[in-house]
């Protein structure tokens, strides 16, 4: 069965980092890509980062370049995403997404993200 | 802002059809097959309901169906049912971000 599982999320003050987590089990990261996307309360998906774990190959949000680094590790079967300079508006919950055949097939159920001072 | 149009909601009764648009350019919707559509019920992650514009993933009931026309997607949804009350989003690959959601449209099963 294919899971995935986020961690790393909480309460974090504006200006702040977070390296968010994602094992992945039930599959290996090389036979697909990964995804972060968020939520944000009351409002809609947000695709965020995208990751080829075989090549390494990544692509950003141009909203949130520069902010943001996905990572693989593929003998952990693991998932990163670090976000920089946090503000009030990246206060979501952020789902690890695997996409296979460009669809997003299987979603965790998100980790919670909150900044405030 | 999202890349993607949806309307804000749809409603319909039990048995009836309803169809949901997402307008995008030729950036996206309109230049790409990789369009899918997601139901999300409140509190709980996206499901995939439709892949490549028209798949079905397996275990998906074949009342739901996608369809493409130019720039716009459509998701239909025959013999509505109660649990079929979610929100649904649409995305495509686009050519400038990688991937784009459409804002999403709730849909209310009266």
């Known amino acids: 069965e294919v899971q995935l599982v986020e961690s790393g999320g909480g309460l974090v003050q504006p200006g702040g980092s977070l390296r968010l987590s994602c094992a992945a089990s039930?599959?290996?990261?090389?036979?697909?890509?990964m995804n972060w996307v968020r939520q944000a309360p009351g409002k809609g998906l947000e695709w965020l980062a995208h990751?080829?774990?075989?090549?390494?190959?990544?692509h950003y949000a141009e909203s949130m370049k520069g902010r943001l680094t996905i990572s693989g590790d593929n003998a952990k079967n693991s998932v990163y995403l670090q976000v920089n300079s946090l503000r009030d508006e990246d206060t979501a919950v952020y789902f690890c997404?695997?996409?296979?055949?460009?669809?997003?097939?299987?979603w965790g159920q998100g980790t919670q993200v909150t900044v405030s001072s | 802002q999202s890349a993607l149009t949806q309307p804000a909601s749809v409603s319909g009764s039990p048995g009836q059809s309803i169809t949901i648009s997402c307008s995008g350019s030729?950036?996206?919707?309109?230049?790409?097959?990789?369009v899918s559509w997601y139901q999300q019920h409140p509190g709980k992650a996206p499901k995939l309901m439709i892949y490549?514009?028209?798949k079905r993933p397996s275990g998906v009931s074949d009342r739901f169906s996608g369809s493409k026309s130019g720039n716009t997607a459509s998701l239909a949804i025959s013999g509505l049912q109660v649990e079929d009350e979610a929100d649904y989003y649409c995305?495509?690959?686009?050519?400038?971000?990688?991937?784009?959601f459409g804002g999403g449209t709730r849909l209310t099963v009266l």
């Open positions: 039930g599959f290996t990261l090389n036979d697909c890509s």
């Open positions: 997404v695997r996409d296979r055949d460009w669809a997003f097939d299987h």
């Open positions: 490549e514009v028209i």
């Open positions: 990751i080829w774990t075989t090549s390494g190959t990544t």
């Open positions: 995305c495509s690959h686009a050519r400038n971000d990688f991937w784009v």
């Open positions: 030729s950036s996206d919707v309109g230049g790409s097959d990789h």
